[in-house]
């Protein structure tokens, strides 16, 4: 019982780096760089639906304030890709890496001076009670986690696979002029994956803010996730929440059975052997090119 | 505007290209020996900051503006430097040799380290020496026998040659031994720029390809790059925990590196300059900061601010200056050579499309 119960928390923990996890990953296969600055993106996705709903704040009806927040957070993210991302379009990457760092930074700044800085939390109506099964205790919250994770990786995989714009992103990751030539408008859909990358950071931002108290650091959970997108194969949807749930997963057994600070660790120095042995991850799907 | 005259192909590679411009850097190299007659203990303890943090930019410098690879770990070490630095010293190490034993080790692991992470470029090496960053904070409370954990260490008292050196009491004796060691690095690493090994470095970092074509090794290359940039980094680091007095695992938290990183960048990536000007500037932007913040009459710190300014000015570099303030100050000083005959596009940026080496 012990065992299940460190489990299913691990996983409901897991979903939400695999949620992250996801952001970056969505960014990295439409536009191949990586928005370090993710986890502030669900960090402020959390704060804001926290200053829409919480009492003490607007104090909006949650239901109506959701599709709210996803329109924010969408438009906010179209905007940042217009005004900032544009600027180094077709630039090597290591100017993005630095790019959003700073602008994770400067998220960060915005929210500890709007909400403040101590742990608030969130008055999301998935946040009550619990479920008893034989000896096992289920948080509604956790359950709910994991259905709106695996769900939306669902659809987002298949978004990828089936519809004509995803295979636009697809394509205009991997040779931007040839998929000029074929057509695409890839500054506009750069654009659309960083909106729809905002909205699924809002996603995220809500459920992790379900779970517990936030305060602006929580965004540092970021580097979990992106231990999480390595191991599941940075590229893959479904490869990100299974590094995610990987992830998560190993973090309470760590605590539970290893000598204590070992858990920490047990993260990054599971992404360092992926990283020496498997450098595309364990579900990849990339193959270098020959020249 | 000067035109060089080139008589020999040893001009191509000299130290400094005509006598203006070697009076020019000794004049400066003067006035920072001089510097400590001139200003207070005060400002001298911030000058010899600047010089640290140079140092550890040098090193950053090395590999992600020479080579081309980004690192997000080098707080890592930094660490490695300084614990290393203060262990040999404590084991009764003499200081010199324990500070130039900790730029090697720290090197030497940098190398090997850097072996595995050759097979990974761009975003990957990123990652991964970020998540080594985290890890050697995590490691240091880890290994508290030894590093003293939470808790910290002392760093114990500098002596060279039965003189001690010291922050607080002979502040300009420690303002010249660092000063030294900067003057040390820069020339050894103008010096690595004008060898085979500086040239394949620049070559690894323009094509990966066309530098194979050319017949160099890549791997080792990067190795060696690594190796030498974790060596000044290294001696950065030990300079730094020395400095500060007491250091413990947050001193050197990934933050560090972060902030490393954007020094380099708003100082102007690939030149030495760059690295002396980020340093300036991650000196300076605190008491900027806080004398304005006083001007508003604002008393208290708000938090996150620096960070928030820092970010802002390197997205605004990014955006309209990615070649930094060394980049700005070319700019003007072309200006004024060709003076009234500079043009706008002469410093234009290709346009740029992305190709990636991935099929699906």
Known sequence: MDVLQLLISGLANGCVYGLVALGFVLIYKATEAVNFAQGDFMMLGAFMTLGLVNPEYAGIPFWLALPLVFIIMGVLGYLLDLVVLRAVFGQSQTSVIILTIALGFVIRFAVGAIWGHEPQSLRSPLAFGDIRLGGVVLGVVDLAVILVTVILTLLLWQFFQRTKIGLAMQAASQNQMAAY?????????????????????????????????????????????FAAAVIGGFGSLPGALMGGLIVGVIEPFAARYFPPGWSQIAPYALLILVLVFRPHGLFAQVRAKKV | MR?????????????????????????????????????DDYFLGEATSVLIWAVAGLGLMLLTGQTGQVSLGHSAFMALGCYSCVLLMEAGVPFVLAFLASGVITGIIGAVIAVPALRLHGVYLAIATLALAILADDIIVLTAEWTGGVNGKYAPPISILGVTVDRWSTPDLYYWMVLLVVVGVTLAYRNLLRAPLGRAFAAVRDSEISAQAMGIDIARTKTMAFGLSCAITGLGGALMGLFSGAFNNETFSFLLSIQLVMMIVVGGLGSIHGAFLGALVVSFLPQVLSITAGALGRGVAIPGLEAAVFGVMLIGFILFEPMGLYGRWLKIRTFLELFPFARKDMFRRQKAYLKTERLR
Do not use: E
């Open chain 1, 181 to 225: 030539y074929m057509g695409i408008p890839v500054k506009r859909v750069q654009g659309l994956v960083w909106a729809l990358a905002g909205i699924v950071a809002a996603v995220a931002g809500i459920l992790y803010a379900s779970k517990g108290a936030i305060d602006p650091n929580a965004g540092f959970i970021g580097i979990k996730a």
């Open chain 2, 3 to 39: 035109f060089p005259f080139k008589t020999s192909y040893d001009h191509d590679i000299r130290l400094f290209p005509d006598w203006w411009n070697f009076s020019l850097y000794a004049a400066l190299l003067a006035l920072a020996v001089v510097l400590p007659f001139m200003i």
